[in-house]
């Protein structure tokens, strides 16, 4: 059930299109086609524009932590420029200082070079630029082609006019360069109050574009900045910073997300309108959108500070600390970026795709354990008491160089309660009462009895076992339908498990409907903690960040929060997509 949602999603024309993004597939000169941005380049590369050179740029606000969303802008930004032999940067677009900090700086970094791109020395702010693009704006003040408005951020908004309607001019758009010249001046040396002016773009108030209607290039605000303190109390806004500061770094090619479309003329209008030596061109691709997710750092603000999660690396969060801490793998999210491909539509894409996609590299790569979640005593009454036998045990089914280890059985053991019933139901073929049923890597044992506490719930399950069935089936033994993990009681771990679900229980989150907070659509089971585990003693020193398969059970890491004799791990995902199910079968 789990194949088919994902081969449907395989078949989409976006990962048609991701398929053809191999580097392999585009040196063979095979008439796959290629995406519609890496089309562009290549054209670019063959026509020696900008001197074949291909120049990119990741440029994070650090207004917030990187989402999974930002994993697919900095897969193509840096991946583009790796597969062209071109450079990309690491910009920051730091011009509001009221929302940013130096904690996101550090953040953002960490998770770039966490995904696997090198932004080597050219790492940038546009803070770097103020006093440039300040120069730049007097320089087009100069040209008449901006001046300051004294309208109200109210009547700004109202003159602007609407998609139906053209806007009306201000009345001071007409005033001298002098004049402008010197208010401007007056705005940089805080002599007006917050709020009293903006210095706008003189473009077009009739454009059908609104975004063309003399847009505000500074504002006043008195906010210390993370990076140049309180040396300015005017700042840039974003569409004039980010458009200055690409063609400052001699960006080739600026790719961006969808929303920015309408902004690409004002972009082009700055460049021009200022004659800057080089131009560079912005193509927007569609943002990243997943299910029971959201994917706005405001909302995840939110979520933090509001306490409904545990901060930006909860595990259910899908920023990409969340994500690591979950123990999602970088290549995993590589690996689904380069699935989820680069289109121009908007589109919704299925976690089950990012949960199949990290169990393929877990799977790869994650040696198995055997963990008990909800233990139940077994013990095997045949089995000579103090007698410890180290049983071999795969490390990787699917790495033989992973090799084997010693796993130590011994009379006493845990099972998972859920694989024992006292009267099973017919497809029931784990243990029960007179059932035969195999432990991994070691015996054949067969219950004979039980123990039940004073409320009736069993609490010891009674075996024999075989001693000539650790090799393989003996000539006469019973037909065995089951094979159970197990950890034996007197050499186990004990440890604490975080099961995690989606942080939310409807697929549209964002779809505030009816006057709904998405905050009300919160999966209130999105954690479940279990703190009597049973873990096998090769997890003793497990490392936080460490990743393994509980077999029978899923992939599963060492938190943060993880310490010797009080290990800690977080479900990464399960084994099957039980999610599918759900919504198929509409059970378990
Ligand atoms: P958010 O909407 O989550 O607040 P943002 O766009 O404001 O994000 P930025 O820090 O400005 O965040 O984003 C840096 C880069 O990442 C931009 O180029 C932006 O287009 C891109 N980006 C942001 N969200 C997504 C997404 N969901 N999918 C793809 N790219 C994204
Ligand atoms: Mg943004």
Redesign the pocket.
Known sequence: MKESIVEKLMETPDKKAAHNTQPDQRDTGSNTPLDFIRTIVTEDLKTNKNEGRVATR???????Y?????A???C??FGIAEEFGGTCNLRF?DTNPVKEDVEYVDAIQEDVRWLGFSWEDRRYYASDYFEKLYECAVRLILAGKAYVDELSAGEIREYRGTLTEPGKESPHRNRSAEENLELFRQMRAGEFEDGTCVLRARIDMASPNLNMRDPTLYRIRRASHHRTGDQWCIYPMYDYAHSLSDAFENITHS???L??EDHRPLYDWFQEALQLPFRSRQIE?????INYTV????K?LQLVQEGLVQGWDDPRMPTLCGLRRRGYTPESIRNFCDRVGVAKRDNVVDVALLEHTLREVLNAKAPRVMAVLHPLRLIIDNYPEGLVEQLDAVNNPEDPAAGTRKVPFSRELFIEQEDFMENPPKKFFRMAPGRTVRLRYGYLVTCVNVVKDDKGEVTEVHCTYDPDSLTGNPANAPKVKATLHWVSAMHCMPAEVRLYDRLFSVENPSDEKDGKDFKSYLNPNSLEVIHSCKVEPALADAQPGGRYQFERLGYFCADLDSRPGALVFNRTVTLRDAWAKIIQGGKQ
């Not at 990187?66 to 930002?70: A, Q, R, S, T």
């Open positions: 990741f440029p994070p606000e650090p207004n917030g990187l989402h999974i969303g930002h697919k802008a900095i193509i930004d677009d790719f961006c997300t929303e920015f691709f569609a943002r990243l959108n994917m706005s750092k405001r995840l």
